[in-house]
């Protein structure tokens, strides 16, 4: 249980610092809802065209809020030095990993906290608690690797560079599948459609399950020397 | 009980060799003041000392146990200090120490009385980022010893304390072996037993800045047993609290 | 904990005779499979002659995979067992298996054109879009070499990335059954047999072997190119040292 109780000092440290410093969560409110206004002007959105763009605004935004969390979870700390006082404890590296993707993914959902809502308004997105659920599924995977990565590229010359590169090739198996569930959700199909329509919720489990093990394996050779 | 053995440490960046080949051994309970220029490798030294890097070459020993093994376990008997503070800016100084003492498995009321140990039990409410430079190192350094460590590891502890902070050090130090990097000879002829001078990251012959009959000052001590402290006591009573 | 790498054990003339050896057997190799996928290999009666990409296509895109699995295995032997053997083939695969990878992409672009009136504007097809990807991810693998501190942790970084990228590869290969695309079917798996006459698979299997010899051979060449390197930073690194033990009069 010393995992657990670790990963969750962490995470609730990152959530107090941020709601202190109120730095990463109004700038990702911002880019949020800015995002949302420039897609209706550039796509021209209306009525009929918003709900069906939907899907594929929701997960751009999504991915390029969560490149700007990510890589900022780790530079703050790198700058303090924080992350290797860390690592200097019995805590262990992957808990404490652990705990940072924890952090990142409630900053996740609390953006996405925003987003929906605002594509309910803006651009008429038929927001069901299937797409919300979907949202949350794809969320966590894609959190625990885009952390892993971060924590990766804090650690290189050009992270700001490096991040994108690393993240989003892997990123693309999530967005293709939750796309696809997200559309499905958006048509009306909630959780009782588990016929093929249903494969894509178990496809985003099944990621989820796969990179959360996989992360979790490889952040102590990530973090640690 | 030895708690430092290095054989033929080395360290490089790239192909660069930037400490070594260097042996190094400290009994338990003695203080070493680790001296040099900028540049010399003092705080290359203090990382591989503390684990917080692994060596290019050579054998470490920490405690009794080889440092690239079990480093969990040994980072509970370690305290370091380094260059970065290593603490949380938007947190007060109480609940940065709260959540290190969390992460060493330790209950959260051991922070208080950490903190009245540097004298910053007046300002434990005070965020990080609006204590002095000095109240910041004293924090840093009650942190490395939350943990009652039985080595500890500082580069430049005294950097920005004041004299009262320094006098704290001798406080912190007791019952421990200590390895410290400082510029200030003073200090370290009044706080550690022995010196060690680096050039260029290997040892230069006149640790203390003037010829010394006996020869380099890291050969083990002839004869094994604790080293009498200053304050009488002997190394291995390690002092609580 | 001794990490200095030894030096070249093969005497330096043997090592390079071998190597051309089997670099003109590659060489041999690639225009006998040149022969039969113009002149062995029928023409396909749907296709036309455009097809004839199919076979380099698919065996390039074999190579690459295959040199992603070394990377694999290469970067999990460095992160277990600290093998610099592993290290150092892993990044040879990856260099190599880029270059498959760019291949298999490009001979993919041209054979879809004419096939689909393919504009890549306006289909997305699972299968570029994921071996785009993968071309991405080892990309990103040789950028983190070059990016991170040099020596053990640009060792240790890119290896995660050789290991987690590999997840990328089944899904390459999934991709045709998981999502409704425009790639053709699987022909050679197919659950009845081979849906292909015989002499094109035999033309596959000639150019695939080919190919695979050429991958291994340039894997090979430049695997010895970084060992040599390595060798070259020990003996820097060495002499240093030994100018440092030399006695100064303590």
Known sequence: MRFAGVMLAVAAKDLRCELRGKELLPALTQFVVLSLVIAGFAFDLDASSGPRLSPGILWLVLVFAGLLAFGRTFAAERDVGSLEAMLLTPAGAPAIFAGKALGATVLLVACEAVLLPAMAVFL?????????????????????????????????????????????????????????????????????????????????????????????????????? | MIAVRARGLVQRFGDRVVLGPLDLELAAGERLAVLGDNGAGKTTLLRLLATAARPAAGRLELLGVEATRERERLRARLGYVGHQLGLYPALTALENLEFF?????????????????????????????????????????ARSVLH?????????????????????????????????????????????????????GREAGDPWGAPRAGGPSVRPREGAGPVPLPNGRAAGARALG | MAEVPPGPTDPEGAENRRLTALAGVAVAAMLVAGWAIFVYAPQDALQGPVQRIFYLHVASAVAAFGCFAVVLLGSLAFLWRGS???????????????????????????????IWNWDPTRTWDARLTSTAALWVIYAGYLLVRRLAPPGRTAMRLAAVVGVIGFVDVPVVYFSVEWWRTLHPGPVLTAPGGPAMPAPMVVAYLVTQAAVGLLCGVLVAIHYRVQARRDAALARAVAGQLELASAPEGR
């Open chain 3, 84 to 114: 610099l053997v592993g290290d150092r083939l892993g990044r040879a695969a990856a260099h190599v298996g880029l270059v498959f990878t760019t291949v298999t992409f490009l001979m993919g672009v041209v054979w879809a054109k004419p």
């Open chain 2, 148 to 200: 009652d460590p039985e080595l500890l590891v500082l580069d430049e502890p005294d950097a920005s304390l004041d004299a009262e902070g320094r006098d704290l050090l001798g406080a912190l130090f007791e019952g421990r072996s200590v390895v410290m990097a400082t510029h200030d000879l003073a200090l370290a002829r009044g706080l550690c037993h022995r010196a060690l001078r680096l050039r260029a």
């Open chain 2, 101 to 141: 003492a969390r992460l060493h498995g330790l209950g959260r009321e051991r922070a208080r009385p950490a903190l009245e140990t540097v004298g910053l039990g007046g300002v434990a409410h005070r965020r990080l980022e609006q204590l002095s430079r000095g109240q910041q190192q004293r924090l840093a350094l």
């Open chain 1, 124 to 225: 008429a997105s038929p927001i069901s608690p299937a797409v919300v659920a979907t949202v949350l599924l794809a969320t966590v995977g894609m959190a625990w690797l885009g952390c892993l990565f971060a924590a990766l590229a804090a650690q290189t010359r050009a992270r700001e560079l490096l991040l994108p590169v690393l993240a989003l090739p892997l990123w693309i198996p999530f967005v293709v599948v939750g796309s696809r569930a997200v559309q499905v959700a958006m048509s009306g199909g909630g959780f009782g459609a588990w016929a093929p329509a249903g494969q894509p919720y178990a496809v985003l489990l099944d990621f989820d399950i796969l990179f959360l093990v996989v992360s979790s394996l490889a952040a102590r050779f990530v973090l640690d020397d």
